[in-house]
């Protein structure tokens, strides 16, 4: 089944503990990315990659970094978690090309204390 | 930047009628992608309808349909027979067609949660 899975679903932790919340697509996209999910404001992108490699940040990319070492994984981590990053994340996935639909996966639920 | 705006944070909508949800955006951009994402409380994002700049003719995909009015920058969602499991939040969302590095990032609005009467 072609899918996004994303990893934990659900994660609460302490300010300045190292996180990094996994993503991985088996359906050969190119393209990847990391949104953020609060009330009111939709979702916002964080960074994308276009390739392995290939990355680039979004419109929120404070305190956030990925990595894209290989096609179907692009995680998503945090070096030093504060409160402020408390929020519902999802990870897409498309492949690279105007018109592409995205696929997103479940979405991980953070919460900082 | 691109940005998209609904106006109705929730709406509501009796079994088996008809709603729309309202979605405007900004651009100086003749060619995008717009688009229509339903979230349920398993709070998966589900493409429901997408939408081509280009083309005149209004996207339908089953009971879902949208009214695009390129001149006035909206992109309204139409639900026919609406049924319980319609009831989500909904995003609207714009990408834009330009063949850069960002060409593939969505840009949401705010939402609208719809609820369905029985």
């Known amino acids: 089944e072609a899918q996004v899975t994303q990893n934990p679903r659900y994660l609460i932790t302490v300010t300045g503990k190292k996180l990094t919340v996994t993503c991985s697509q088996n359906m050969n996209h190119e393209y990847m990315s990391w949104y953020r999910q609060d009330p009111g404001l939709g979702l916002r992108q964080i960074y994308y990659?276009?390739?392995?490699?290939v990355t680039d940040k979004g419109d929120v990319p404070e305190g956030y970094k990925v990595s894209r070492k290989e096609k179907r994984n692009f995680p998503l981590i945090l070096e030093s978690p504060s409160p402020n990053q408390t929020s519902l994340y999802f990870c897409?996935?498309?492949?690279w090309g105007l018109g592409e639909t995205q696929y997103f996966g479940p979405g991980t639920r953070l919460l900082v204390l | 930047a691109q940005t998209v705006t609904q106006s109705q944070p929730e709406m509501s909508v009796q079994e088996a009628e008809t709603v729309t949800l309202s979605c405007t955006y900004d651009t100086s951009e003749s060619d995008y992608y717009l688009f229509w994402y339903k979230q349920p409380p398993s709070r998966q994002m589900i493409l429901v309808i997408r939408q081509e700049a280009y083309k005149q003719q209004n996207a339908t995909e089953n009971r879902f349909s949208v009214n695009f009015q390129k001149a006035a920058k909206s992109f309204s969602l139409k639900i026919s027979d609406s049924q319980l499991g319609d009831a989500a939040m909904y995003f609207c969302?714009?990408?834009?067609?330009?063949?850069?590095?960002?060409?593939?990032?969505?840009?949401f609005g705010g939402g609208t949660r719809l609820m369905v009467k029985p």
């Open positions: 969302a714009y990408r834009t067609r330009s063949n850069n590095n960002a060409g593939n990032m969505l840009t």
């Open positions: 990659s276009m390739n392995v490699e």
């Open positions: 897409a996935s498309s492949f």
